[in-house]
């Protein structure tokens, strides 16, 4: 098992990429912090998973843009599982608009999730991973971030910003022991696609060499891999994971 033993945070844990990540973070041997804020939702969802795992996956109710909301969830994974080992900050929305029609609002509220939310929860979980002398953080950006898309002012800010703090955080932390990485999603198929109409997903496939939305486990895989000790010498590197849409 690739993560025996390691206690990891998911933020935005309880659906799509999130709760995909907990399922395989869980079966690789790690305990897991299923932080999100549906709460109840997230609880749910861990009652479908075998008992096998009772206790090894706990729901913890956060909201990633109130510090104090962060430093509590943070204090009691301590108090549940002794340590923290990994950090996927994978909280994020959208609310799309173009920049003729984007309200202050809806731009703030983005960067405060997605950008904001990521420094909360980082800063927070950091003290823990120095005491360890070991860790990964891993941040999700998008293809978005890399090279912008129609629509999404706030969204590709935000995730372009994270790719800024990702290498930054590396430098920082490696001499530490923790590593710093991003994975940078294409087009998944989550609950972010679902209002799109079939025409514009199907335009949308042909611009992929794969021709082809991505899954969520693709993602999961991703973290997977820079959580574990095959990617001990990588550090603030960005995985596109996008079916070959940004060569």
Same mark, same amino acid.
């Given at each position: 098992?690739?993560? /025996?033993?390691?206690? $990891?945070? +998911?933020? %935005? %844990?309880?659906?799509?990429? %999130? ?14 912090? +299923? #932080? ?10 861990? *009652? ?10 706990? #729901?913890?109710?956060? !909201? ?5 909301? +962060? ?11 002794? *340590? ?6 994978? $909280?994020?929305?959208? *609310? ?13 509220? +983005?960067?405060? @999730?997605?950008?904001?939310? @990521?420094?909360?929860?980082? /800063? ?22 890399? &090279? ?12 372009? $910003? ?39 997903? !199907? ?19 991703? &973290?997977? &891999? ?6 001990? &010498?990588?550090?603030?590197? @960005? ?9």
């Amino acid at each position: 098992m690739k993560l /025996q033993d390691k206690v $990891a945070i +998911v933020t %935005g %844990g309880a659906n799509g990429i %999130g709760w995909e990540t907990v399922k395989l973070f869980t079966q690789e041997g790690a305990k897991v912090a +299923v #932080a999100d804020y549906q709460v109840q939702e997230a609880k749910a969802k861990i *009652k479908t998973l075998s008992s096998d795992f009772e206790g090894k996956v706990v #729901a913890f109710q956060v !909201d990633v843009t109130d510090r104090n909301s +962060v430093d509590q969830m943070v204090q009691d994974v301590i108090d549940t599982f002794g *340590k923290i080992n990994i950090l996927i900050n994978n $909280a994020g929305i959208t *609310k799309d608009a173009m920049l003729s029609k984007m309200t202050t609002e809806n731009f703030q509220r +983005v960067l405060e @999730v997605n950008l904001n939310g @990521v420094f909360h929860c980082t /800063q927070a979980v950091l003290p823990h991973l120095l005491a360890n002398g070991s860790g990964r953080i891993i941040n999700t950006s998008s293809v978005s971030g890399v &090279y912008g898309n129609v629509g999404q002012t706030n969204y590709a800010a935000s995730k372009s $910003a994270l790719i800024g703090m990702t290498k930054t955080w590396g430098k920082e932390s490696g001499r530490k022991g923790i590593t710093v990485n991003a994975v940078a999603p294409g087009f998944i198929e989550t609950s972010m696609v679902e209002s799109v109409p079939e025409k514009v997903l !199907d335009q949308l496939k042909q611009t992929i060499p794969l021709q082809r939305l991505g899954k969520p486990e693709d993602i999961a895989n991703a &973290y997977l &891999y820079l959580a574990s000790d095959e990617a001990n &010498y990588v550090n603030g590197a @960005v995985l596109h994971v996008d079916g070959g849409i940004m060569m």
